[in-house]
């Protein structure tokens, strides 16, 4: 990423004096304004801009601008200049004093892959807000450290009594539920969601969040995975509002438990009632329920529209998923050979290896 080594190359080693004028607060607007575009190469300028800002004769205020630089570094998960914005905020008291920019800096480490830093850095905040503990725990649960994730959720909801858990904790909560597969604790959270934020009439001010398309996925799939299918398709059925990822949850948790026909039928409903166009995670969904239910035939067609009629080009998961649904026929009965006649186009250089799983 050259444009970023060229942005980064002489970031301030010092804590610039920043001051408060209209100009600079200009110059934070855009710089905000880059750093929240979520594109990397508007988050090269963000890095750029701050760059400028603090080598010139009027800096704006640090603790205004280093958030969005770091909300920038984050996005392009740029670990070494992170780090270099980590050490300019600890020369200038910031880090881990200043509560909006530690928490930058736990979101950082966390998008870099090094939940063990994030965690790290959250420890030493004097003075944690919801945003501090959210950030830890994502940072635990988007790297694979579901239960690790639950225990600092658990802390939370011992230690820090003040703080009530908004929509962001319960959704960090349900996915490293459904990735620890904790329905116990995945059933609490839904529970929580519906007493303290708004839903099923409880005590929550504000806006029904067990509204929100994002928070219903997640119970979408943490039921899903978790084995409770009639509890996915409760809350699936009941959603005012649907995106593809609730299509896709919802097929593949009734996929997975042997609920072939019902998963059928509704990527039916999705692509021809609802005018749904279906992605490839989609087809990962239809062709493992043509699997387990042995629909050859079926399977075969879905791997060709998905192609013909989508433009998806199949990935090594849609090969896998047909050479299964094959190896259904000739364990039935069928020839082998005819199962290697009928490996779909463009796992023909795999034939070898197919073959054998035939």
């Known amino acids: 990423m050259p444009l970023l080594a060229a942005s980064t190359s002489s970031l301030p080693t010092a804590p610039p004096r920043g001051t408060d004028t209209s100009a600079s607060r200009t110059s934070v607007n855009l710089l905000r304004s880059l750093a929240r575009s979520r594109r990397a190469d508007l988050s090269h300028r963000a890095l750029l801009l701050f760059r400028s800002l603090h080598?010139?004769?009027?800096p704006p205020p640090l603790r205004y601008s280093l958030p969005a630089a770091l909300s920038a570094a984050s996005f392009l998960a740029a670990l070494h200049e992170g780090r270099q914005l980590h050490a300019l905020a600890a020369k200038a008291g910031l880090a881990p004093a200043q509560t909006v920019v530690a928490n930058s800096l736990i979101h950082l480490y966390s998008s870099c892959g090094l939940p063990a830093d994030a965690v790290a850095l959250f420890r030493r905040v004097p003075d944690k807000s919801i945003v501090s503990w959210n950030a830890a725990v994502d940072a635990l649960a988007g790297n694979g450290d579901h239960l690790g994730a639950l225990d600092?959720?658990?802390e939370m909801q011992r230690d820090a009594v003040a703080l009530s858990p908004d929509a962001y904790t319960i959704q960090s909560v349900l996915g490293a539920c459904a990735g620890a597969g904790t329905l116990s604790l995945g059933l609490y959270a839904h529970a929580l969601l519906l007493r303290e934020l708004g839903g099923g009439g409880g005590g929550g001010a504000g806006e029904d969040v067990s509204r929100d398309v994002l928070i219903n996925n997640s119970l979408v799939d943490l039921y899903g995975k978790c084995g409770?299918?009639?509890?996915?398709?409760?809350?699936?059925?009941?959603?005012?509002?649907?995106d593809l990822s609730s299509w896709n949850a919802m097929i593949l948790a009734l996929a997975n438990h042997g609920r072939v026909r019902e998963s059928l039928d509704l990527f039916d409903r999705m692509t021809q009632i609802e005018n749904i166009t279906p992605n490839a995670i989609?087809?990962?969904?239809?062709?493992?329920?043509?699997?387990?239910?042995?629909l050859v035939d079926e399977g075969r067609r879905h791997f060709a529209a998905?192609?013909?009629?989508?433009?998806i080009r199949p990935r090594i998961e849609h090969y896998g998923c047909m050479v299964d649904i094959l190896a259904c026929r000739v364990h039935r009965g069928g020839a082998r050979r005819r199962g290697r006649d009928e490996l779909p186009p463009g796992l023909h250089h795999?034939?070898?290896p197919a073959g054998r799983l035939l």
């Open 350 to 352: 795999m034939e070898e």
């Open 55 to 58: 080598s010139g004769p009027d």
């Open 228 to 242: 409770a299918v009639e509890l996915a398709r409760q809350v699936f059925d009941r959603m005012p509002q649907r």
């Open 152 to 154: 600092l959720f658990r």
């Open 282 to 294: 989609t087809f990962v969904s239809v062709l493992s329920a043509c699997n387990h239910g042995g």
């Open 306 to 311: 998905m192609t013909s009629e989508y433009g």
